[in-house]
């Protein structure tokens, strides 16, 4: 007595390849914990990013404010816009991984929404330094903010003390 495959039922209907769709947990805006919106799409906006060469020159030759941590330089100007940008710098010698150097730029992007307003008008330009890529999400994320809120308040006071 020889069997039958079972394909050929699949394919005639008698077995059910119907599959129950999985409960999704909807994401209500009041349960995110965001300073700012989140774009649809969930992309990021490109007038807060530093796009070319001479955006960054900008902050590199005279930044307002730096701050140093073991895995990060961070470099800040005031801008004219009333938007604040971010511009990454981070090199394939100092990050070798290509899934490491996506996970900081996340923690990079996720830190400059969560401790920088947008109408502060700042331009933020973050380097990462080798061994950047041993560090925590967690770690990555609330060194970067501090850094970043005490730069913006240090640039406020400067521009407070400055006579107009």
């Known amino acids: ?3 039958e495959p079972v394909w050929p039922q699949r394919a005639a209907g008698l077995l059910s390849t119907a599959v129950e769709p999985k409960a999704v947990k909807s994401c209500q805006p009041d ?3 965001l300073t700012q919106p989140i774009i649809p799409g969930g992309q990021w906006s490109t007038t807060r990013v530093l796009r070319n060469a001479s955006e960054f020159d900008v902050v590199f030759k005279r930044p307002d404010g730096r701050s140093r ?7 800040m100007r005031k801008n004219e816009r009333q938007v604040s940008r971010l511009g990454m710098v981070i090199s394939k010698k100092n990050v070798r991984k290509a899934v490491d150097r996506n996970r900081i730029k996340r923690q990079i992007r996720s830190s400059f929404r969560q401790y920088i307003s947008k109408e502060t008008g700042v331009d933020v330009v973050v380097l990462a330094q080798k061994g950047s890529s041993l560090q925590q999400n967690k770690v ?3 060194t970067l ?3 970043m809120k005490n730069l913006v308040s240090q640039i406020s006071r400067q521009g407070d003390h400055q006579p107009s």
Do not use: K, N, Q, W
């Open 1 to 3: 007595m020889a069997s």
């Open 31 to 33: 349960s995110l914990h």
């Open 69 to 75: 941590t073991p895995a990060f330089l961070i470099l």
């Open 140 to 142: 990555i994320f609330e």
């Open 145 to 147: 903010g501090l850094s």
